[in-house]
């Protein structure tokens, strides 16, 4: 069973991977389980997030490579069912207007 605390380390892991492998500028992590109520994901206790992150390292990247980037450093957690879905929005800080 999933609870409360468990959700939070979770969120909590997955920032220190992201800020450890990525070193963002802005990192936003929204949990969307609560969208995906009834979903198999959501039973199986996996969560759905969405990833708003500004790195330098994804400077000149296609959009494809930069989410390569993202799922290579949270590959533990996608295989242990911690994650079941993610949204990325990675983005270059030479791109913010």
Request: cysteine-free; charged content about 25%.
């Amino acid at each position: 069973m999933t609870t409360a605390t468990s959700k939070g380390d979770r969120e909590a892991r997955l920032r220190a991977i992201l800020e450890a492998e990525l070193a963002p500028a802005s990192l936003e992590i929204i949990d969307d389980s609560h969208l995906h109520a009834g979903h198999a994901g959501a039973a199986s206790g996996g969560s759905h997030y969405t990833v708003k992150i500004v790195s330098s390292r994804f400077e000149g990247l296609k959009l494809v490579m930069r989410h390569r980037l993202v799922y290579d450093a949270v590959h533990d957690m996608i295989n242990k069912a911690e994650i079941h879905a993610l949204a990325i929005n990675a983005t270059a800080p030479s791109e913010l207007s």
